[in-house]
Protein backbone atom coordinates (compact mmCIF):
# COMPACT_ATOMS: atom_id res chain seq x y z
CA UNK A 1 0.00 0.00 0.00
CA UNK A 2 1.07 3.43 -0.75
CA UNK A 3 -0.12 6.68 0.64
CA UNK A 4 1.49 9.79 0.97
CA UNK A 5 0.85 12.40 3.09
CA UNK A 6 -0.64 14.46 0.04
CA UNK A 7 -4.69 13.40 -0.41
CA UNK A 8 -5.93 14.45 -3.94
CA UNK A 9 -8.72 16.32 -3.40
CA UNK A 10 -12.00 15.41 -4.36
CA UNK A 11 -14.15 18.19 -4.63
CA UNK A 12 -17.08 16.15 -5.47
CA UNK A 13 -17.13 14.42 -2.18
CA UNK A 14 -18.46 15.99 1.49
CA UNK A 15 -16.81 16.39 4.82
CA UNK A 16 -18.60 13.50 6.07
CA UNK A 17 -17.26 10.98 2.94
CA UNK A 18 -13.75 12.46 3.01
CA UNK A 19 -13.93 11.96 7.17
CA UNK A 20 -14.99 8.37 6.82
CA UNK A 21 -12.65 7.04 3.27
CA UNK A 22 -10.01 9.59 2.98
CA UNK A 23 -6.46 8.37 3.77
CA UNK A 24 -7.62 4.47 3.10
CA UNK A 25 -5.33 3.38 0.39
CA UNK A 26 -6.49 -0.49 0.04
CA UNK A 27 -10.58 -1.21 -0.47
CA UNK A 28 -9.01 -4.60 -1.98
CA UNK A 29 -10.64 -8.25 -1.74
CA UNK A 30 -8.78 -9.56 1.00
CA UNK A 31 -7.75 -6.10 2.60
CA UNK A 32 -9.05 -5.46 5.55
CA UNK A 33 -11.78 -2.68 6.27
CA UNK A 34 -9.85 -0.58 9.19
CA UNK A 35 -6.02 -0.83 8.51
CA UNK A 36 -3.60 -2.38 10.84
CA UNK A 37 -1.92 -0.63 13.59
CA UNK A 38 1.68 -0.66 12.44
CA UNK A 39 4.13 -0.58 15.57
CA UNK A 40 7.18 -1.16 13.53
CA UNK A 41 9.71 1.53 13.79
CA UNK A 42 11.49 0.90 10.99
CA UNK A 43 11.12 -0.61 7.66
CA UNK A 44 12.98 -3.01 5.04
CA UNK A 45 14.78 -0.98 2.82
CA UNK A 46 18.62 -1.99 1.46
CA UNK A 47 19.02 1.02 -0.67
CA UNK A 48 17.39 3.79 -2.79
CA UNK A 49 17.36 1.08 -5.36
CA UNK A 50 14.83 -0.55 -3.80
CA UNK A 51 11.82 2.05 -5.26
CA UNK A 52 10.56 3.33 -1.93
CA UNK A 53 11.18 6.29 0.27
CA UNK A 54 13.16 5.54 3.74
CA UNK A 55 10.72 4.80 6.35
CA UNK A 56 11.27 4.98 10.05
CA UNK A 57 8.56 5.95 12.68
CA UNK A 58 10.02 9.55 13.72
CA UNK A 59 9.98 10.76 9.79
CA UNK A 60 6.24 10.71 10.04
CA UNK A 61 6.22 8.56 7.10
CA UNK A 62 4.72 5.19 9.04
CA UNK A 63 1.85 3.79 7.23
CA UNK A 64 -0.93 4.79 10.36
CA UNK A 65 0.84 8.63 10.14
CA UNK A 66 0.42 8.97 6.66
CA UNK A 67 -3.14 7.71 6.17
CA UNK A 68 -4.33 10.03 9.09
CA UNK A 69 -2.80 12.78 8.24
CA UNK A 70 -3.96 12.47 4.48
CA UNK A 71 -7.23 12.80 6.14
CA UNK A 72 -6.63 15.93 7.46
CA UNK A 73 -5.61 17.20 4.40
CA UNK A 74 -8.79 15.91 2.92
CA UNK A 75 -10.78 17.12 4.89
CA UNK A 76 -8.92 21.02 5.23
CA UNK A 77 -9.28 20.75 1.67
CA UNK A 78 -5.16 21.61 1.94
CA UNK A 79 -2.60 19.57 -0.58
CA UNK A 80 -0.98 18.11 2.15
CA UNK A 81 -0.89 17.52 6.01
CA UNK A 82 1.14 16.30 8.89
CA UNK A 83 0.12 14.62 12.06
CA UNK A 84 2.12 14.91 15.38
CA UNK A 85 2.71 14.19 18.73
CA UNK A 86 0.69 16.75 20.25
CA UNK A 87 -0.92 20.31 19.77
CA UNK A 88 2.39 22.33 20.75
CA UNK A 89 4.51 20.18 18.36
CA UNK A 90 2.38 21.08 15.91
CA UNK A 91 2.33 24.76 16.75
CA UNK A 92 6.21 25.09 17.69
CA UNK A 93 7.66 22.90 14.57
CA UNK A 94 5.35 25.31 12.59
CA UNK A 95 6.71 28.32 13.74
CA UNK A 96 10.66 27.07 13.94
CA UNK A 97 9.88 25.84 10.41
CA UNK A 98 9.48 29.54 9.49
CA UNK A 99 11.99 31.53 11.54
CA UNK A 100 15.28 31.93 12.54
CA UNK A 101 17.43 34.19 15.05
CA UNK A 102 16.68 38.21 14.23
CA UNK A 103 12.89 37.14 12.55
CA UNK A 104 9.86 38.52 14.05
CA UNK A 105 6.35 37.35 14.63
CA UNK A 106 3.15 39.03 14.49
CA UNK A 107 0.55 37.35 16.97
CA UNK A 108 -2.58 37.78 18.27
CA UNK A 109 -2.96 38.61 22.18
CA UNK A 110 -5.85 35.67 22.25
CA UNK A 111 -3.33 32.80 22.58
CA UNK A 112 -3.63 29.38 24.06
CA UNK A 113 -1.67 29.45 27.53
CA UNK A 114 0.98 27.31 26.48
CA UNK A 115 1.34 29.48 22.57
CA UNK A 116 1.51 32.76 24.55
CA UNK A 117 3.92 31.07 26.87
CA UNK A 118 6.12 29.89 24.10
CA UNK A 119 6.03 33.60 22.09
CA UNK A 120 6.55 35.58 25.00
CA UNK A 121 9.46 33.45 26.99
CA UNK A 122 11.10 30.54 24.65
CA UNK A 123 11.51 31.57 21.46
CA UNK A 124 12.91 34.96 22.62
CA UNK A 125 15.72 33.05 23.76
CA UNK A 126 16.25 31.78 20.30
CA UNK A 127 15.97 35.60 18.99
CA UNK A 128 12.60 35.60 17.71
CA UNK A 129 10.44 38.13 18.73
CA UNK A 130 6.84 38.42 19.05
CA UNK A 131 4.82 41.49 18.71
CA UNK A 132 0.90 40.74 20.39
CA UNK A 133 -1.84 43.06 19.19
CA UNK A 134 -5.55 43.38 19.63
CA UNK A 135 -6.92 40.87 16.92
CA UNK A 136 -10.45 43.16 16.70
CA UNK A 137 -8.35 46.15 15.56
CA UNK A 138 -8.23 45.66 12.09
CA UNK A 139 -5.05 47.70 11.38
CA UNK A 140 -3.18 46.97 14.48
CA UNK A 141 -1.92 43.93 12.35
CA UNK A 142 -0.23 46.06 9.52
CA UNK A 143 1.38 48.51 12.26
CA UNK A 144 3.09 45.69 13.98
CA UNK A 145 5.15 44.69 10.58
CA UNK A 146 8.61 44.80 10.71
CA UNK A 147 10.65 44.04 7.62
CA UNK A 148 11.94 41.00 9.45
CA UNK A 149 8.26 39.17 10.20
CA UNK A 150 7.88 35.86 8.96
CA UNK A 151 4.72 34.58 10.66
CA UNK A 152 1.10 35.99 11.56
CA UNK A 153 -0.51 33.98 14.03
CA UNK A 154 -4.08 33.91 14.76
CA UNK A 155 -6.04 31.54 16.72
CA UNK A 156 -10.47 31.48 16.08
CA UNK A 157 -12.59 30.92 18.16
CA UNK A 158 -10.82 32.16 21.23
CA UNK A 159 -10.54 30.89 24.71
CA UNK A 160 -12.19 30.83 26.98
CA UNK A 161 -14.35 33.79 25.53
CA UNK A 162 -15.20 32.20 21.99
CA UNK A 163 -14.06 35.59 20.52
CA UNK A 164 -14.01 34.81 16.14
CA UNK A 165 -11.96 37.84 14.66
CA UNK A 166 -12.08 38.30 11.22
CA UNK A 167 -9.19 36.80 9.36
CA UNK A 168 -9.07 39.21 6.83
CA UNK A 169 -6.85 41.87 8.38
CA UNK A 170 -4.43 39.72 9.62
CA UNK A 171 -4.57 37.70 5.95
CA UNK A 172 -3.89 40.98 4.43
CA UNK A 173 -0.71 42.00 6.71
CA UNK A 174 0.60 38.34 6.33
CA UNK A 175 0.40 39.11 2.28
CA UNK A 176 1.87 42.15 2.57
CA UNK A 177 4.99 40.67 4.45
CA UNK A 178 5.22 37.97 2.33
CA UNK A 179 4.79 35.97 5.54
CA UNK A 180 3.07 32.78 6.37
CA UNK A 181 -0.04 33.11 7.85
CA UNK A 182 -0.53 30.76 10.67
CA UNK A 183 -4.10 29.55 12.53
CA UNK A 184 -4.71 27.73 15.43
CA UNK A 185 -8.20 26.44 14.84
CA UNK A 186 -8.59 23.91 17.43
CA UNK A 187 -11.88 25.46 18.33
CA UNK A 188 -13.67 25.33 15.14
CA UNK A 189 -12.19 22.28 13.26
CA UNK A 190 -12.40 21.83 9.82
CA UNK A 191 -16.04 20.85 9.72
CA UNK A 192 -17.02 24.68 10.89
CA UNK A 193 -14.60 26.32 8.54
CA UNK A 194 -11.85 25.82 6.21
CA UNK A 195 -9.26 28.03 7.36
CA UNK A 196 -6.87 27.67 4.00
CA UNK A 197 -10.16 28.54 2.05
CA UNK A 198 -10.21 32.14 3.81
CA UNK A 199 -6.39 32.18 2.92
CA UNK A 200 -5.07 30.15 5.86
CA UNK A 201 -1.09 29.06 5.12
CA UNK A 202 -0.54 26.79 7.86
CA UNK A 203 -3.97 25.32 9.80
CA UNK A 204 -2.91 24.01 13.31
CA UNK A 205 -5.07 22.53 15.25
CA UNK A 206 -4.74 20.54 18.69
CA UNK A 207 -5.87 16.94 17.53
CA UNK A 208 -6.45 16.36 21.00
CA UNK A 209 -9.41 18.16 21.28
CA UNK A 210 -12.31 17.96 18.86
CA UNK A 211 -10.16 15.57 15.91
CA UNK A 212 -9.94 12.89 18.41
CA UNK A 213 -12.72 13.45 19.73
CA UNK A 214 -12.63 10.72 23.09
CA UNK A 215 -10.11 12.27 25.42
CA UNK A 216 -7.86 9.53 25.15
CA UNK A 217 -4.95 10.83 23.13
CA UNK A 218 -2.58 13.68 22.80
CA UNK A 219 -1.76 14.81 18.84
CA UNK A 220 -1.61 17.92 17.04
CA UNK A 221 -1.71 18.55 13.28
CA UNK A 222 -1.10 21.23 10.77
CA UNK A 223 -2.42 21.26 7.01
CA UNK A 224 -1.49 23.53 4.10
CA UNK A 225 0.63 23.43 0.73
CA UNK A 226 3.32 20.57 0.12
CA UNK A 227 6.33 22.14 0.30
CA UNK A 228 4.57 24.01 3.94
CA UNK A 229 4.18 20.56 5.12
CA UNK A 230 7.73 19.51 3.85
CA UNK A 231 9.31 22.07 5.97
CA UNK A 232 7.04 21.50 8.95
CA UNK A 233 7.94 17.58 8.53
CA UNK A 234 11.84 18.56 8.25
CA UNK A 235 11.79 20.18 11.72
CA UNK A 236 9.49 17.50 13.45
CA UNK A 237 12.02 14.97 12.14
CA UNK A 238 14.67 17.32 13.68
CA UNK A 239 13.28 17.75 17.17
CA UNK A 240 11.38 14.36 17.57
CA UNK A 241 7.82 15.38 17.89
CA UNK A 242 6.14 12.47 15.54
CA UNK A 243 3.04 10.97 16.74
CA UNK A 244 2.62 7.13 18.07
CA UNK A 245 1.60 4.93 15.50
CA UNK A 246 -0.99 3.99 18.03
CA UNK A 247 -2.26 7.84 18.72
CA UNK A 248 -2.07 8.22 15.16
CA UNK A 249 -4.83 5.33 14.50
CA UNK A 250 -6.65 6.18 17.49
CA UNK A 251 -6.36 9.94 15.94
CA UNK A 252 -7.91 8.38 12.63
CA UNK A 253 -10.79 6.45 14.10
CA UNK A 254 -11.87 9.25 15.72
CA UNK A 255 -11.71 11.73 13.10
CA UNK A 256 -14.32 9.47 11.23
CA UNK A 257 -16.72 10.53 13.09
CA UNK A 258 -15.71 14.22 13.43
CA UNK A 259 -18.81 16.00 11.25
CA UNK A 260 -21.30 13.63 13.09
CA UNK A 261 -19.97 15.08 16.62
CA UNK A 262 -19.48 18.67 15.58
CA UNK A 263 -23.10 18.86 14.09
CA UNK A 264 -24.22 17.31 17.48
CA UNK A 265 -21.79 19.71 19.48
CA UNK A 266 -23.06 22.58 17.89
CA UNK A 267 -26.79 21.99 18.18
CA UNK A 268 -26.51 21.27 21.84
CA UNK A 269 -24.22 23.98 22.82
CA UNK A 270 -26.74 26.13 20.94
CA UNK A 271 -29.40 25.09 22.66
CA UNK A 272 -27.70 24.81 25.90
CA UNK A 273 -26.81 28.45 25.67
CA UNK A 274 -30.14 29.83 24.68
CA UNK A 275 -31.40 28.39 27.46
CA UNK A 276 -28.44 29.06 29.81
CA UNK A 277 -29.99 32.94 28.90
CA UNK A 278 -32.90 32.07 30.91
CA UNK A 279 -31.25 30.70 34.33
CA UNK A 280 -31.84 32.53 37.64
CA UNK A 281 -27.80 33.22 39.10
CA UNK A 282 -26.28 33.16 35.76
CA UNK A 283 -25.76 37.00 34.95
CA UNK A 284 -23.74 35.83 31.29
CA UNK A 285 -23.87 33.34 28.54
CA UNK A 286 -21.31 33.17 26.12
CA UNK A 287 -21.44 31.62 22.96
CA UNK A 288 -21.09 33.08 19.07
CA UNK A 289 -24.37 31.60 18.16
CA UNK A 290 -25.95 34.40 20.32
CA UNK A 291 -26.96 37.71 18.81
CA UNK A 292 -25.89 39.52 21.43
CA UNK A 293 -22.14 37.82 21.38
CA UNK A 294 -19.41 40.69 20.02
CA UNK A 295 -18.80 38.78 17.12
CA UNK A 296 -21.87 36.99 16.23
CA UNK A 297 -22.26 39.02 12.85
CA UNK A 298 -18.36 37.67 11.92
CA UNK A 299 -18.84 34.23 13.49
CA UNK A 300 -21.89 33.86 11.22
CA UNK A 301 -20.10 34.86 8.11
CA UNK A 302 -17.11 32.89 8.37
CA UNK A 303 -18.53 29.90 10.18
CA UNK A 304 -20.34 26.93 9.05
CA UNK A 305 -20.98 26.03 12.76
CA UNK A 306 -20.98 28.02 16.31
CA UNK A 307 -19.12 25.45 17.81
CA UNK A 308 -19.50 22.98 21.46
CA UNK A 309 -18.20 25.55 23.81
CA UNK A 310 -20.25 27.84 26.03
CA UNK A 311 -19.20 29.88 28.98
CA UNK A 312 -21.48 31.16 31.38
CA UNK A 313 -20.26 33.96 34.43
CA UNK A 314 -22.67 32.88 37.84
CA UNK A 315 -23.97 36.19 39.78
CA UNK A 316 -21.96 34.34 42.98
CA UNK A 317 -18.87 34.70 41.54
CA UNK A 318 -15.57 32.84 42.44
CA UNK A 319 -17.30 31.06 45.59
CA UNK A 320 -20.70 30.19 43.37
CA UNK A 321 -18.72 28.87 40.22
CA UNK A 322 -16.86 26.67 42.26
CA UNK A 323 -19.74 25.42 44.06
CA UNK A 324 -21.33 25.16 40.67
CA UNK A 325 -18.75 22.78 39.33
CA UNK A 326 -18.13 20.35 42.77
CA UNK A 327 -22.15 20.23 42.85
CA UNK A 328 -22.45 18.60 38.72
CA UNK A 329 -23.34 15.25 38.96
CA UNK A 330 -22.82 14.12 34.32
CA UNK A 331 -20.94 17.09 33.43
CA UNK A 332 -17.37 16.51 35.28
CA UNK A 333 -15.06 19.27 36.45
CA UNK A 334 -11.89 18.72 33.97
CA UNK A 335 -9.65 20.66 31.63
CA UNK A 336 -9.44 19.85 28.09
CA UNK A 337 -12.83 20.25 25.81
CA UNK A 338 -13.58 18.49 22.51
CA UNK A 339 -14.62 15.16 23.69
CA UNK A 340 -17.45 13.37 23.60
CA UNK A 341 -18.56 14.05 27.64
CA UNK A 342 -19.11 17.36 29.23
CA UNK A 343 -16.40 18.95 30.89
CA UNK A 344 -16.56 22.46 33.02
CA UNK A 345 -13.68 24.53 33.86
CA UNK A 346 -12.76 28.14 35.63
CA UNK A 347 -9.91 29.69 33.95
CA UNK A 348 -9.10 31.29 37.22
CA UNK A 349 -7.52 27.78 38.63
CA UNK A 350 -6.53 26.92 34.74
CA UNK A 351 -5.56 28.74 31.95
CA UNK A 352 -5.42 32.03 33.59
CA UNK A 353 -4.55 31.42 36.83
CA UNK A 354 -1.25 33.18 36.57
CA UNK A 355 -3.05 36.35 36.02
CA UNK A 356 -4.53 38.91 38.53
CA UNK A 357 -8.18 39.13 38.91
CA UNK A 358 -8.11 42.84 37.24
CA UNK A 359 -6.11 41.03 34.00
CA UNK A 360 -8.94 38.48 33.94
CA UNK A 361 -11.68 40.86 34.07
CA UNK A 362 -9.93 42.92 31.80
CA UNK A 363 -9.54 39.68 29.11
CA UNK A 364 -13.49 39.34 30.27
CA UNK A 365 -13.03 36.86 32.69
CA UNK A 366 -14.78 37.73 35.55
CA UNK A 367 -14.48 35.71 39.21
CA UNK A 368 -17.64 33.01 38.44
CA UNK A 369 -16.82 32.63 34.93
CA UNK A 370 -17.30 28.94 33.94
CA UNK A 371 -16.15 27.14 30.26
CA UNK A 372 -18.33 24.67 29.18
CA UNK A 373 -17.10 22.01 26.65
CA UNK A 374 -20.50 20.36 25.25
CA UNK A 375 -20.29 17.04 24.87
CA UNK A 376 -23.13 14.31 23.09
CA UNK A 377 -25.02 13.64 26.25
CA UNK A 378 -28.87 14.06 25.78
CA UNK A 379 -29.70 18.27 26.16
CA UNK A 380 -32.63 17.43 28.65
CA UNK A 381 -29.96 15.51 30.13
CA UNK A 382 -27.50 18.20 30.64
CA UNK A 383 -29.81 20.83 31.63
CA UNK A 384 -31.07 18.94 34.49
CA UNK A 385 -27.73 18.58 35.57
CA UNK A 386 -26.43 22.38 35.11
CA UNK A 387 -30.00 23.40 37.11
CA UNK A 388 -29.46 21.25 39.67
CA UNK A 389 -26.12 22.96 40.27
CA UNK A 390 -26.51 26.64 39.29
CA UNK A 391 -29.52 26.37 41.99
CA UNK A 392 -27.04 25.02 44.75
CA UNK A 393 -24.64 27.45 43.44
CA UNK A 394 -26.60 30.72 44.17
C1 LIG B 1 -5.08 22.26 23.94
C2 LIG B 1 -4.72 23.33 22.98
C3 LIG B 1 -3.42 23.46 22.48
C4 LIG B 1 -2.30 22.53 22.91
O1 LIG B 1 -2.54 21.25 22.46
P1 LIG B 1 -1.86 19.93 23.11
O2 LIG B 1 -2.42 18.84 22.27
O3 LIG B 1 -2.26 19.89 24.54
O4 LIG B 1 -0.37 20.11 22.95
C5 LIG B 1 -3.16 24.46 21.57
N1 LIG B 1 -4.12 25.33 21.18
C6 LIG B 1 -5.39 25.25 21.65
C7 LIG B 1 -6.40 26.24 21.19
C8 LIG B 1 -5.72 24.26 22.57
O5 LIG B 1 -6.98 24.19 23.05
Given at each position: ???????????????????????????????????????????????????????????????????????????????????????????????????????????????????????????????????????????????????????????????????????????????????????????????????????????????????????????????????????????????????????????????RTLPARMD???????????????????????????????????????????????????????????????????????????????????????????????????????????????????????????????????
Amino acid sequence: MTITRQEKVNTARGAATEAVHAGHPDARPGQPVVAPIVRSSTFHWAGPDDGTDLLYSRYGNNPNQLSVAAKIAALEGTEAALALASGMAAISMTLLSATGAGDHIVASRHLYGATHALLSGELPRRGIVTTFVDPGDPDAWGAALTPRTRVVLIELPTNPTLRVFDIGPARDAASSAGALLAADMTFATPINIRAADHGVDAVIHSATKYLGGHSDLIAGAVAGSAALIDRVAKMMKLYGGSIDPQAAWLLERGIRTLPARMDRHNRTAQALAEWFTGVDGVSEVVHPGLPDHPDHECAARMLRGFGGMVSIVLEGGAGAADRFCSNLTLAAAAPSLGGVETLVSQPRHTSHADLSRAAREDLGIPDGFVRISVGLEDLEDLKADFAAAVASAV
